[in-house]
């Protein structure tokens, strides 16, 4: 039944495209309404086989000629092309990022020898918490393919403090040992404790309701304490291993002054004492931040769309702007209508029963007895009958009554019981009434008012079109007929043509459940949410005759659920690791007020990065979302090593100046060297074809320098608003 061979002439190609018009299924869906493009649709049963469908489609089409364009897209090409490219992005990206790292640690501690254990530290850390996932059964996916890329930076910051706290130590005691001793001494606390709080910011992310995200978070967070497990054993062990002539220019001699000479070092001896003098100043300029935050966090913009992911110059995405100019739209989502009135099969077998009871007293008041008992054994075969479902129990009835007829000796007298049965399924058909199939139009019309539907196709496009062939292919005839039966006839007809089976992709075979094919223009999460509430509006202006209720489903509409589950599960996520960490703080200062004012540079730093995000329009999606776990581990990293530096200090001269002084020296320029290397670290991933990546690296970046001058501006001149509170506790221990 395909043609023969494609057109010879432009006029018989016209002539198709006519026809095809001519059929609301095919009109903007297949055929382009300008004329200009043709639609392949290729149904898959899995996600994962799009890619390598994708890739043999484009084998096929490698020799056609240039002016032939052929554009591939949809949410299952985007999502499993992103899939396969972001394996060969982490590929790129990870030594990338140590590639940078490296560098800046040569940069500040001119020992190259040194410098690898750091490196092999984040390899081995990676690599491990890479094969305990495999090992454990997990798959890697688009979230589980970030994790090297977050623990590589992570897995050096332990290592840098070390190193920068040994480039300071070792020239005034010339002792491998003794060096290492006093360093691990100073920051065992400290590291430990900004390592549970990283973990306990990653591990949060099990609360969520979304596997995938449960999984990074718990494999990232064991990466962190692996990193920190690694740090504290093999860094000293290596450290002891150099040979003492290798280390003769490590770090500065005693008495040698020479990194607070430094450019970094200057700045920061200069930054101190600013902050402290101007307290009132930087307080001010960080509420007025905070307030600015605040309003940018409430213009925040959930939404995501996985063909987003890419640039807009990859070919996925200009597909999909290709293809949405010509046609109703690349993104699908579907609406199933279900009469919830069905009756069970225990009640159909009763009402089909009496019935028949009630024929047959009819048919002996008219003495029609032979009829009559025809009647009364069909209703004793109903009632005996069982069957999972209705559609099954009136396939059953009819075949017993079948069966009857064919050993009766007149195989008609059982036409009458057949015929009344099939009356009484027909009734429970809610999608071959009239008035419900004309509901379903004024439906479908009430979608196509939202700018963001291009079209819906559904059973009633079936009917009509049918039905107008049958009279003679008059336009007027273009409409849903007024009888249930000639509603039947219509669809048995389409049953006898040559794709039958393409009318249960719109209707279950009992005619209770329907499905309405929508195409969109956008795939966003909002706009499918406006779409949803476009239904709303219809449902309650136009109740739903028979009992009807509707139901999404489809890719564009699981997106949008599982949007409204990563932002309700990060929400709970960050308040309880934050909760966590707060005790965490105050079990290491042994002070709920210390506790406190370790998470002030945490709470601003996150109230910038998301009220930054709001300010500039950015999507809240999925990296973005993740990103706060992040933060939690990174700003409460720099703020516990500068206040227990700061309480270390204090103990030893009992004064805020003289203390101030101190701590901006190594301790400042070894938080200072950490945010320096862990930003740039994760730079490399702005060089990323794929969008969530770039995410990652400018937030993460900007997380990371905001914590970092946050700590080093804020928390001084707020240590100076409070020291009689704060150093209180430290003074009475002091004298005791």
């Known amino acids: 039944w395909l043609m023969d061979a494609p057109p010879e002439t432009r006029e018989q190609a016209r002539k198709i495209r006519e026809r095809a018009m001519r059929i609301p299924m095919l009109r903007d869906t297949m055929v382009a309404g300008d004329g200009k493009a043709i639609a392949l649709y290729l149904p898959i049963t899995h996600k994962d086989f799009s890619w390598n469908v994708r890739q043999s489609v484009l084998e096929f089409i490698a020799d056609w000629p240039e002016t032939d364009q052929v554009h591939i897209t949809g949410l299952p090409v985007a999502e499993d092309t992103f899939g396969v490219e972001m394996f060969y ?23 190259i020898v040194l410098v690898i254990s750091p490196m092999i530290v984040a390899m081995v850390t990676s690599l491990s918490t890479m094969a305990l996932l495999v090992a454990t059964g997990n798959t890697i996916h688009i979230m589980s393919s970030m994790i090297p890329i977050f623990i590589m930076p992570i897995a050096v910051l332990d290592s840098v403090h070390i190193l920068s706290e040994a480039f300071d130590c070792y020239g005034k005691y010339k002792d491998r040992r003794k060096t290492m001793h006093v360093v691990m001494r100073q920051l065992f606390r400290p590291m430990l404790f900004t390592s549970l709080t990283t973990t306990a910011g990653f591990a949060s992310l099990a609360l969520t309701p979304i596997p995938p995200v449960q999984v990074f978070g718990v494999f990232v967070a064991i990466g962190v304490m692996l990193a920190w497990l690694w740090s504290i054993l093999f860094i000293p062990a290596y450290f002891m291993m150099i040979p003492e002539k290798r280390l003769e220019r490590f770090g500065h001699a005693e008495g040698d002054d020479s990194g607070a000479r430094t450019p970094l070092g200057r700045l920061l001896a200069g930054a101190g004492p600013a902050a402290i ?37 990859h070919p996925i995405r200009v597909a999909d702007r290709v293809l949405n100019e010509h046609f109703a739209g690349t993104y699908t989502a579907f609406l199933e209508l279900q009469d919830m009135t069905a009756d069970s099969t225990e009640t159909v077998s009763q009402e089909v029963a009496a019935a028949l009871k009630a024929r047959a007293v009819a048919l002996r008041a008219e003495e029609d007895t032979g009829q009559a ?44 019981a057949w015929l009344l049965v099939d009356d009484q399924r027909s009734k429970l058909e809610t999608f071959k009434r009239p008035d419900v199939l004309k509901w ?29 062939e049958l009279l003679g292919g008059d336009p007027d005839e273009f409409r849903i007929p007024d009888r249930a039966d000639t509603v039947a006839q219509t669809l048995l007809t389409y049953q006898n043509s040559h794709r039958p ?53 489809g890719l564009t509409y699981i997106n949008v659920v599982w949007q409204d589950k990563m932002v309700s599960g990060m929400l709970i996520a960050f308040l309880s690791s934050f909760a966590v960490v707060l005790g965490m703080m105050t079990l290491l200062f042994r002070s709920l007020l210390w506790g406190v004012l370790a998470m002030i540079p945490l709470t601003v730093t996150v109230g910038l990065i998301y009220g930054l995000i709001g300010l500039i329009g950015k999507d809240y999606d999925m990296p973005v979302a993740v990103l706060s776990s992040l933060s939690l581990g990174l700003a409460v990293d720099f703020a516990i090593h500068f206040l227990t530096r700061t309480r270390q200090y204090y103990q030893q001269n009992r004064s805020w100046t003289e203390t101030a002084r101190k701590v901006f020296g190594e301790p400042a320029r070894a938080i200072s060297r950490n945010v320096i290397i862990l930003g740039a670290g994760f730079l490399p991933l702005l060089a990323a074809p794929l969008v969530p990546y770039q995410t990652v690296g400018v937030f993460i970046a900007a997380i990371i320098f905001s914590a970092g001058v946050i700590t080093l501006v804020l928390l001084p001149a707020l240590v100076t608003y409070f020291q009689n509170v704060l150093f209180r506790r430290l003074d009475a221990a002091k004298e005791r």
């Open 89 to 111: 992005q982490m590929a790129i990206s990870a030594p990338l990022a140590m590639l940078v790292i490296f560098i800046l640690m040569w940069w500040f501690f001119r020992n």
């Open 277 to 313: 003098r101007g307290r009132h100043v930087v307080t001010l300029v960080a509420l007025a931040l905070v307030a600015v935050a605040a309003y940018g966090i409430t213009q925040i913009r959930i939404n995501d769309n996985p063909t987003k992911w890419f640039d807009e110059s």
């Open 373 to 416: 008992e025809i009647m009364a054994r069909a209703a004793e075969l109903a009632a005996s009958i069982e069957a999972a479902d209705s559609a099954a129990w009136f396939a059953r009835m009819q075949q017993r009554l079948q069966d009857r007829a064919d050993e009766s000796d007149d195989p008609f007298a059982w036409d009458d």
């Open 440 to 468: 379903l139009i004024e439906l479908q019309e009430y979608l196509l008012t939202d700018e963001r539907v291009g079209k819906v196709n559904s059973l009633p496009d079936i009917v009509r079109v049918v039905h107008r």
């Open 501 to 553: 089976q393409d009318l249960w992709r719109f209707v279950t075979p009992d005619y209770r459940k329907a499905n309405l094919w929508i195409q969109m223009s956008s795939g966003d999460n909002q706009d499918m949410e406006h779409v949803m509430a476009t239904l709303d509006e219809f449902m309650q202006a136009r109740p739903a005759p028979a009992g009807i209720e509707a139901d999404w489903f």
